[in-house]
């Protein structure tokens, strides 16, 4: 089919090589007839994924579309995105799902895989028809109502089981909705001090507590959407520990910024699931490392990683986890007329 | 001196005291025939009302033509407001006539932040959802101070729907700032567990004495009264039992109103406030309401003269 | 306070007890001028005005026995130059019972200068009520006046540069009694 030649390219960063594709596979042998991609000064990488985007295309064209959507993705190094089912129309039927595919595969720059809505309209009343957008053209097979809880405990629980039919898996945006109304930020001393209704951490903890035991209780996989309490890492480390098959994201703002940032009342820090305390950040900080040296130890003995010399923070938080100094590139980066230190740290996990 | 008052924690002891020193001689205008002074004269002063609120903004009224600013009102119902203009775009056209200062009253806690950024003069909270009403306090504080002659060492209660109170935050921050210490009391659900840290004073009082003036909170009213020099009554809305912060209004005014009986019950000098409007039977029995000890009435005459003060405190001097 | 520069002089115009028979003095020329200051009333322009309209009230009544009224008049809020400083705290305004209508009213203060504070008490005391007629007293005339204002009783004409400084210091305020001249040659 089609053969390409990535002449002078950096793979994961390593010295330059030439790197062959042959019929969408990595090859190891030579093609005189593969086409010449001039790859000086790039870097490849495996593709991202981004599990959760928001695309807005059908309904909101003037925020995103598909098209704008997969352009960023491609930018920033990803060739896989989901787009989440809030749309205007919801994405729940087969032929809303199949109509963002389309548009995907029109714009032609990334993967979109459509996710298809749990409940007719988002309503959390009434189960859509997730068999059809799992077997229509977009092959669904995650559907979250994302924007809005499956807060009804028997719908939950119905929908955890229908999806086993296709391995599908619902994607829970915990949050019970009689315990956040009209809520703006976080709960806590930042929230009483403004004058703002709290958005308590428990609305999602008790939520990710009870959908994993209706996933342990009906033996279904579950994905808990950004995750943003200390309290919800700890209820799926236990539900972990236990053997259920829960996984969890997290947003980048929420390992980042806290609730303070909503002294300004800017509602640019008025997100949801809301910022929360500087110990939340520290546990989604600890969770994900984790998650990744969990997944690491299966198949990997070592895992290193560089520390730019000056990132306490950061520098801290690998010590806390396990990792040790092995070695110092001094003045391995100039910035802003500065040198900084490269700082080697490894861990050593046990093959799994 | 500061630019806005957006919340009493903008207020250290020294303005404070400076602000309530003004008044005090303001509050001496009212007695003169020619209740005017010439001193905002050319400066403009737009009444913002988002929310109904007629006292409030014939106060402020009153207070900036008596200082003999120019005054212009605009209030929400039939205006660009009803027909969806968004708070931005009324500020930049108040910035566009020259406001040298906006008070402005929203349902929305932080508005007035977010007018602030917007606008070049001076932003005037008078009251902002559940956050902050700084003039009420300024106007209790001074209320106080006229009736007990201090400030300092004060023992206040105020009760009822803390939570929900907008002059309930103002008057423990500003009343912490000058030495005050305060107890709030009500029902669990309508005290939120970190009201005390989350409404520390702003500086160690005065003297840097340690920081014994961090709120108290008690959940029952009874045993509070009789160490009080003044008790504050909180509106509380019926409509809050919808929402199961209490079973009901018979239940509430039972456990938290303040009756005859339980007004005996303080010192011989204690005096009872309300910022009001006040629900009758409610929070407050009619003869509690009407009696010698209520400052409900002058609370309103001070308001005229504390906001003048803070009108002359922000405008009055170089831009 | 700066501390004074090497070439600043500093000259003292007044000493406790020069300061004390000036006061004598104008106390004795009111009450010739106003026959026995009656239908009178003193008001002190606070800061240095206040504690002067009290020492002058205290002499009328040690040498005839007349009591003068006496209050005191703060003009900060009629001030023309508002704009240009931070805003500044207000003094006290405190008329004698009986106020000022159709009474002479003679306003004293520490020192006439520009006569903007005295333009700023005229204004005031307009607004506060209707006296008879207004008249000034002064401890200090410096000169360099701006507007046409003139005192009816002065206690020391002070010819001044405009980079000097007449500094009055009373008891009451703060400590001591003594005009000083300061400031150097610019």
Known sequence: ?352 | MIKHLRSAADLDAATATLILDTAAEMAALAGREVKKLPTLRGRTVVNLFYEDSTRTRISFEAAAKRLSADVINFSAKGSSVSKGESLKDTALTLQAMGADAVVIRHSASGAPHRLASWVDGSVINAGDGTHEHPTQALLDAYTMRSRLGRLDGLRVAIVGDVLHSRVARSNVLLLSTLGASVTLVGPPTLIPVDIAAALEPAEPTRGGKPKETSAKVSYDLDSVLPDMDVVMMLRVQTERMQDSFFPSAREYSRRYGLDLARMRKLPEHAIVMHPGPMNRGMEITPEVADSSRSTIVEQVANGVSARMAVLYLLLGGKA | MASPRADTTIRIILTGSDLHRVVDRIAHQILEKTSGATGTVLLGIPTRGVPLAQRLAARIHAFEGIDVPVGSLDITLYRDDLRLHATRALGKTELPGGGIDGRRVILVDDVLFSGRTVRAALDALNDVGRPSSVQLAVLVDRGHRQLPIRADYVGKNIPTALSESVRVSLTETDGLDEVKLTGGSL
């Open chain 1, 1 to 352: 089919m089609s053969a390409f030649v990535l002449k002078g390219v950096s793979v994961l960063g390593a010295a330059p090589t030439d790197l062959v594709l042959r019929d969408g596979a990595i090859s190891d042998t030579s093609d005189k007839s593969a086409e010449v991609v001039d790859a000086a000064g790039l870097v490849a990488l495996p593709g991202l994924v981004d599990l959760h985007t928001h695309l807005r295309e059908p309904g909101r064209e003037d925020a995103e579309t598909v098209e704008t959507g997969s352009r960023a993705a491609a930018l920033g190094g990803y060739t896989a995105v989901c787009a989440m089912a809030n749309t205007s129309p919801v994405a729940d039927t087969a032929g809303v799902v199949e109509q963002v595919w389309r548009l995907g595969r029109e714009a032609g720059l990334v993967d979109v895989q459509p996710i298809g809505a749990v409940t007719v309209g988002l309503a959390g009343k009434q189960l859509a028809e997730l068999g059809a957008m799992a077997t229509s053209a977009a092959n669904v097979r995650i559907f979250s109502d994302d924007g809005h809880c499956v807060a009804d405990p028997r719908l939950m629980r119905r929908a955890l089981e229908y999806v086993k039919a296709f391995d599908g898996i619902i994607a829970q945006h915990a949050e019970e909705p009689r315990l956040t109304e009209g809520a703006q930020m976080h709960e806590g001393e930042v929230s009483t001090r403004l004058g703002l209704t709290g958005w308590p951490a428990v609305a999602e903890e008790a939520i990710i507590a009870r959908d994993v035991l209706l996933a342990e209780h009906v033996g279904s996989r579950l994905h808990v959407c950004h995750v943003s309490t200390a309290g919800s890492v700890e209820v799926l480390r236990q539900a972990k520990a236990r053997g259920v098959r829960v996984t969890a994201e997290v947003t980048p703002h929420h390992l980042l910024l806290t609730d303070d940032l909503a002294a300004s009342y800017d509602p640019v820090f008025k997100v949801n699931p809301p910022l929360r305390t500087a110990s939340d950040v520290a546990a989604l900080r600890e969770a994900l490392i984790e998650a990744v040296v969990a997944h690491a130890s299966k198949s990997v003995e070592q895992l290193k990683l560089v520390v730019t010399g000056g990132n306490e923070a950061a520098h801290r938080l690998y010590k806390r986890l396990g990792f040790e100094e092995y070695g110092r590139e001094t003045r391995a980066l100039k910035y802003d007329g500065r040198y900084f230190d490269d700082i080697l740290m490894v861990r050593f996990l046990t093959v799994g």
